[in-house]
């Protein structure tokens, strides 16, 4: 377990297990860089417009490093906070970035992040976001991505806990031979709202596009997944799936799916597909025949359920790290101690 010391503002102990004593931190305290603007190895850090959000940009391959950018709303504000993040990436580069965001008290924090990340030539960018606020709290990601030629964009996204969330992701490939991977997975219980909102735009011909998104629902909470993929008129030899799953455990759980396509071309290939169902009683059955307990076979089939989409996750350490948290969540733990605002990520 890895201890932050370097945030005299977090005046409490503040843990992560996210693995691999390479993982360069970068801290956000209610918006605000917490170290002084740098450049190391290609690697520029710098403070965005009114002091607000970090613009990053990475020159050069640094794929096989990971840098950790942790959010954090403070104890001392509460009111509403927007801040805009820019991560340029020059052609050629490459980072795996991961993005974690975090409450210290149970506030009614209300909290929007937008984030431009543009993409040179032929870079790569592996970004994952974490979601981790508690059950009063309001966030909002909006993301817009734009990628030049031969650039390659893996998102990553995982809501775990919060009150509503509500995230938009948009990208953008002008110029040919781009792929945009984007996939996600919503768990929520209680009365949780968990809203997505995705667009993936081909404005240039032998372009690639998937999109995988999936969501578990309890008790009385709410979910959406509105997914559009736009295929512009000369944009040939396009590829673009895109594919929204859920499971509702409950009568009152309740979510809302609309696929889009919108095609101006004519020699591509395009899907999408969705789908709202609930276990599966016949494997339940046939786990229980088995000796196994009805609520370890329920655990069984949710973690079977999301694998597909953990398995995106590269990086086996933080791939395990993240299927431990996902079994945590659907266990009940986090509701278990929904009055500590840091779930332990």
Request: include cysteine; charge should be neutral; hydrophobic fraction near 35%.
């Amino acid at each position: 377990m890895k201890e932050y010391t370097y945030m005299p503002e977090v005046r409490r102990a503040f843990r992560c297990t996210v693995p691999d004593e390479k993982i360069r931190q970068v801290f956000l305290v209610d918006g605000i860089l917490q170290e002084d603007e740098n450049e190391k190895n290609g690697v520029t850090l710098k403070r965005g417009p009114d002091d607000k959000g970090l613009r990053l940009h990475i020159k050069g391959d640094h794929f096989g490093e990971t840098i950790q950018i942790i959010s954090v709303r403070s104890e001392n504000l509460s009111c509403p906070l927007e801040f805009t993040n820019e991560w340029t990436l020059e052609p050629e580069s490459g980072i795996q970035i991961i993005v974690c965001d975090h409450t210290l008290k149970e506030h009614l924090y209300r909290t929007s992040r937008f984030s431009k990340i543009t993409l040179g030539e032929n870079a790569r960018l592996d970004i994952l976001f974490m979601q981790n606020e508690h059950i009063r709290s309001r966030y909002w990601l909006d993301l817009m991505a734009t990628l030049d030629k031969g650039a390659a964009l893996d998102c990553h996204v995982l809501s775990l806990y919060g009150g509503i969330i509500s995230n938009k992701l948009h990208a953008v490939m002008n110029h040919p031979g781009a792929v945009c991977r984007m996939d996600g997975l919503y768990l929520a219980d209680g009365e949780q709202q968990i809203h997505y909102d995705i667009s993936v735009v081909h404005n240039a011909p032998e372009c690639y596009s998937r999109q995988l998104f999936k969501g578990i629902l309890d008790n009385h909470s709410r979910g959406s997944f509105n997914g559009a993929i736009k295929v512009a008129p000369g944009a040939q030899k396009t590829e673009a799936y895109q594919a929204n799953h859920n499971l509702l455990l409950t009568n009152d759980a309740k979510v809302t799916t609309k696929p889009q396509l919108e095609i101006y071309a004519d020699d591509v290939k395009c899907s999408h597909g969705a789908s709202i169902g609930r276990l599966d009683e016949m494997g339940l059955f046939y786990l229980r025949s088995r000796g196994i307990p009805l609520a370890q076979a329920k655990m069984l089939q949710q973690m079977a359920f999301v694998e597909d989409v953990l398995a995106g996750i590269r990086t086996r350490a933080i791939r395990e790290r993240l299927e431990k948290m996902v079994e945590s969540r659907l266990r009940g733990e986090f509701t278990k101690c929904s009055n500590c605002t840091m779930h332990c990520c």
